[in-house]
């Protein structure tokens, strides 16, 4: 399968030497592409010297921030991806040794949609500890189905403040929430939280609460395909979808949010 996409670069990617901006270009996509892969290996043509090993302290004028970098190292590393210039290079980059990435002890599955007439979105997290469920919780909001996507995050990240939780797993089936904590959410920093035309970016109040949060910790953000039994976390997904629609029984409440 060949796949094409068109991306006009942001004021501060323009600045970017030619290796930032092809990576600029890849981490926009990625999430994307894994799905369209659904597990074979995707090979990635470059017009620029970007291998798998390429690191910011190799590029000449780097100006990207250090957490581009760090998502940008994870993309590079994955093994399903062959990335190079369609000649390769004659000098072969030096392999370090990749070194063995601990599995994550804590996973949150977040959901969140709007239904009904009533303006509001309901947002719902479980949280993981392994195997065992330490926390599950649901309110609502008024605002968008997208309102009760990055909502849910956002609990679920504060959830693991509460618990001094540092390094930690977010499920989502948001395709928004997940391009937005893998790389939007940089740039949206970058630029004060305003788009292009300089115009306050969407739930910009619930993005800066995530991006103070996870300066302190270190997550994996996975999109799962919703409705689907396919994916590693289609279970949790299914699970958290559930619990996020059922009625709530006499006894329970919807939580209100505590940003």
């Not at 500890?129 to 926390?135: A, H, L, N, T, V």
């Amino acid at each position: 399968m060949v796949a094409l996409w068109s991306y006009t670069l942001t004021t501060v990617e323009r600045k970017y030497p030619p290796e930032e901006k092809e990576l600029a270009v890849l981490a926009r996509y990625w999430s994307a592409l894994k799905d369209l892969a659904q597990g074979q290996g995707i090979r990635v043509i470059t017009q620029s010297q970007v291998h798998r090993f390429l690191r910011k302290a190799t590029v000449e004028s780097t100006k990207a921030t250090n957490a581009r970098w760090g998502r940008w190292e994870d993309i590079l590393l994955d093994p399903d991806l062959e990335i190079g210039p369609a000649q390769p290079s004659r000098k072969k980059p030096i392999e370090p040794e990749k070194p063995e990435k601990e599995p994550y002890e804590w996973t949150i599955y977040t959901d969140g949609s709007r239904k009904g007439p009533d303006n509001a979105a309901y947002w719902g997290f479980i949280l993981k500890q392994g195997e065992k469920e330490r926390q599950r919780q649901r309110g609502n909001v008024d605002g968008s189905a997208q309102t009760g996507e990055v909502t849910a995050v956002l609990e679920g990240l504060l959830e693991l403040e509460k618990r001094k939780v540092k390094r930690a797993r977010i499920i989502t089936d948001s395709y928004y929430c997940a391009q937005a904590m893998n790389e939007d959410l940089s740039i949206w920093e970058e630029n004060g939280f305003e788009s292009a035309k300089g115009k306050p970016v969407a739930h910009r109040d619930l993005w800066k609460k995530i991006a103070e949060l996870r300066l302190n910790m270190d997550l994996e953000v996975i999109h799962q395909r919703a409705h689907t039994r396919e994916g590693a976390h289609w279970r949790g997904n299914d699970e958290v979808d559930r619990f996020r629609t059922e009625r709530p029984r006499d006894h329970q409440r919807r939580a209100q949010p505590r940003y």
